[in-house]
């Protein structure tokens, strides 16, 4: 028996996180930032194991692993910190 989120395609449930002063909110796997989508990660459709961040404007990613992805996807929030606080 292991543990089961009871979500399918590696999607831990919603978490609130705080990296470098900004709370962001994964639900599924899609990153928010203050009511806004900041970025997504989505599998890759020929390689298992690897996924792209998608951006709202729809620019995606070369295909890393699903750590390197979430990484990414908090930098671009914080990052976006400073656009949308401006």
Do not use: C, F
Request: charged share 20%; no cysteine.
């Amino acid at each position: 028996m292991g543990m089961d989120s009871g979500k399918e395609n590696n999607q831990p449930p919603a978490i609130s996180v705080t990296v470098a002063g900004y709370a962001a909110m994964w639900d599924g796997n899609d990153l928010w930032y203050r009511g806004r989508l900041v970025a997504s990660v989505i599998p890759d459709g020929s390689y298992a194991g690897m996924w792209h961040i998608v951006t709202p404007d729809g620019t995606t990613s070369d295909m890393v692993n699903l750590a390197r992805a979430r990484d990414a996807a908090h930098s671009l929030a914080a990052r976006s910190r400073y656009t949308l606080d401006a």
